[in-house]
């Protein structure tokens, strides 16, 4: 298993602009795809954004294609989510997670996904 701790949410108007991190511990961070999810008030978690073990390869969702970012820094065991343009209705908890085995394609489906932080609020003000 992998230790996720998110960080960097917080309040912003909307139109702003959040960059949340997600800092890993406890196996080969290197080898395994991330993912960003969300979770508004009684709503369901949804996919936000992956990002290969090797950084290559991104995918989005398409409410958030061309405002938000994933990268990473396997130096840093340290996986990123960058987000511009900020909409009210993404108001919601944040959190990474680590895929299940290595080395395996981006997944959008959380049941792919082994290892989950605590979340971060994000809450973004009309």
């Known amino acids: 298993q992998v230790q996720l701790v998110e960080s960097g949410g917080g309040l912003v108007q909307a139109g702003g602009s959040l960059r949340l991190s997600c800092a890993a511990s406890?196996?080969?961070?290197?080898?395994?795809?991330m993912g960003w999810f969300r979770q508004a008030p009684g709503k369901d978690r949804e996919f936000v954004a992956g990002?290969?073990?090797?950084?290559?390869?991104?995918y989005y969702s398409d409410s958030v294609k061309g405002r938000f970012t994933v990268s990473r820094d396997n130096a840093k065991n340290t996986v990123y989510l960058q987000m511009n343009s900020l909409k009210p209705e993404e108001t919601a908890v944040y959190y990474c997670?680590?895929?299940?085995?290595?080395?395996?394609?981006?997944?959008?489906?959380?049941?792919?996904?082994?290892?989950w932080g605590q979340g971060t609020q994000v809450t973004v003000s009309s």
């Open positions: 406890g196996r080969t961070f290197s080898s395994y795809t």
């Open positions: 990002i290969s073990w090797n950084g290559v390869y991104t």
């Open positions: 997670a680590a895929d299940n085995h290595p080395y395996r394609p981006i997944w959008t489906d959380g049941r792919a996904f082994a290892s």
